[in-house]
């Protein structure tokens, strides 16, 4: 098999397509191929330059720029733009010189990255839905890393506890201790994080210089890797500080009202014993 009949091949069969420009910039090749990606026939795109195939809603800022490349015969890489409004395609090219240096052209490849373009227009909208709910939501959410050092809290959590997300990054959990916390109910919390195990609706007082006193409720689950290292834990915490004062004064409400039944009860039994002496 001679060396352009394999070239041929390995041109007509790969997913991206090859093609080159004269010294006027205009195609001089296009591989077949590119009628299988693209859908357009190699050789209508002959003889046209880089302008006679843009649309109308093409971003000529980028294209501007793009074009200026080309007329300073400079190589370039991975310019991205919509073809036709359709499908997405990312180039290269190399300039080519005569054997006496004046300019020939360009030769280049293109790749259809439709796909990619999707997939990362879906991340980014996945992105910014949890940033959003994230931002508006009554909770904050957080990240610790494989040394359970707090990596990531969402920004609401400034708004709602009073101390911003930075505070909280590099330090673990015992970093964030004040000297008057439950020993024994921490120690049965590290033990939970020391294990990587899942915990839910944990409890505790968050007090501390410079820091607003506020009771947390937090949960949270470990997180690993595809060969089952640990990576550290996400988690939510929510501030019922007001929940929990409201649950104390009901209780102190219902003591009271037991004390005010008892009292009641033995005036009625002293009455009852003063109308017998009586």
Same mark, same amino acid.
């Given at each position: ?15 991206? &397509?090859? &093609? ?8 001089? %090749? ?35 720029? /793009? ?9 370039? /890489? ?27 052209? %360009? ?60 505070? /909280? ?16 109910? &921490? ?45 550290? %834990? ?33 005036? /009625? ?10």
């Amino acid at each position: 098999m001679n060396r352009e009949r394999r070239i041929q091949d390995f041109a007509e069969t790969a997913s991206d &397509w090859f &093609w080159e420009m004269d010294e006027n910039l205009r195609f001089s %090749y296009m591989s077949p191929n590119v009628r299988r990606v693209l859908g357009v026939a190699p050789e209508s795109l002959l003889g046209k330059t880089r302008e006679d195939s843009l649309g109308e809603n093409c971003d000529r800022q980028a294209w501007d720029t /793009h074009l200026r490349t080309l007329r300073a015969h400079l190589p370039f /890489h991975g310019f991205t733009f919509a073809w036709k409004g359709e499908r997405w395609v990312r180039i290269s090219g190399t300039h080519i010189f005569n054997a006496d240096g004046s300019f020939a052209g %360009y030769r280049g490849m293109g790749s259809d990255i439709s796909e990619i373009k999707k997939a990362e227009q879906a991340f980014r909208e996945s992105e910014r839905r949890f940033r959003d709910f994230a931002e508006s939501s009554a909770d904050w959410f957080w990240e610790m890393d494989e040394n359970l050092r707090f990596t990531w809290m969402s920004p609401n959590v400034e708004q709602i506890v009073g101390v911003p997300p930075e505070w /909280h990054y590099g330090k673990t959990r015992q970093d964030l201790l004040g000297d008057n916390y439950d020993a024994d109910l &921490w120690d049965a919390h590290f033990q939970v994080l020391n294990e990587r195990k899942a915990f839910r609706d944990f409890v505790f007082l968050r007090q501390g210089d410079g820091i607003p006193q506020k009771w947390i409720q937090t949960s949270g689950k470990p997180i690993f890797d595809m060969e089952n290292r640990f990576l550290g %834990y996400r988690g939510t915490g929510s501030d019922i500080t007001r929940a929990r004062e409201t649950e104390e004064q009901l209780l102190q409400a219902q003591k009271m009202e037991t004390v005010g039944q008892l009292t009641g009860g033995i005036a /009625h039994d002293f009455n009852n014993l003063l109308g017998i002496v009586i």
